[in-house]
């Protein structure tokens, strides 16, 4: 299995970064994984990291190499992460639960499935075109889909960033799924609203097209952070090109940066994964609020049941 990736986060003009993502990948398997704590909800932050790290937790776990049935296996994790973010409201004592997006993508044996709640979005592009994107679980996308406001409404509409969907609320989130089969050359970026709502589908597609990740990303956010100014969002993007299964499955030779953030898994044995998780904190002058022992804790306390129910699976 052979990628290039490039992750980057900017806190922009906000107090705080909230936003976390990273990837972990085994010999056959690789998750993506992105999400925004939500500013409106004290600790978003904390929502955030919890969920990522749980997710990612739960793959290292059950990729041995890769996962079996992975629709079933995003559904279950990201409803671990939505507990594991109660559990640490619980353990903290804090007056409300924070809540926090998610968009993940777990990519084997050349095919990806993803799975979202609320506005991080994921883009699936070839040579330039947008195969796919992730509808976001926004007031203004059920009202384009009822046909009551236009698509060009996205960025303007006064409702456009309340969600109905997300990790933390009083609900269970409901978990969106898509999927589609990957060429050598493909991209796949996850982003933050902090970067796709500042520029325009068309535009993202073509700083994309034919450049490596490590310069197309740079290039969005900073072309994000721009259209933001001093009051911006946070803008985080996660973006892969896919090389393919195998050594056998390019079908052009990377150029030298291509080359340069390139990662091959060939040379793994069954047990080995690796993780680059980003937790913002470098921006954030708070840091994180809790370390990686005390959220180990919390998902340690869904971690039997998670176990139980993932025999399902096998």
Known sequence: MQFSVYQESHIGGRRL?????????????????????????????????????TISQLFQQQATPYVKKPEQFLQRAILAAHEAIHSQRHKQGLSATPCTTIVAALIQHNAAVWAHCGDSRLYWLRAGQVLARTRDHSH??????????????????????????CLGADSLPRVELGQGVLQAGDQLMLCSDGLWSMLP???????????????????????????????GDNVTALAIQWQGSSIADQLVQPGPEERSTMISTEALSQQEHSSSLVDGSATDPRGDLFDDAAIERAIAEIRGAIEKSSQLLK
């Open 17 to 53: 970064n909230q936003d976390r993502m990273g990837y972990s990948y085994t010999r056959d398997a690789l998750l993506l994984v992105l999400a925004d704590g939500m500013g409106g909800h004290l600790y978003g932050e904390v929502a955030a990291t919890v969920a990522v790290q």
């Open 140 to 165: 203004i996308e059920t009202l384009i889909a009822q046909g009551r406001a236009q698509p060009a409404e996205r960025s303007t509409h006064p409702d456009r960033n309340k969600l109905y969907n």
């Open 201 to 231: 589908d068309h535009e993202i597609a073509a700083v994309l097209c034919g450049q490596p990740v490590v310069r197309a990303v740079p290039a969005l956010l900073q072309a994000a952070l721009t259209a933001g100014g001093a009051l």
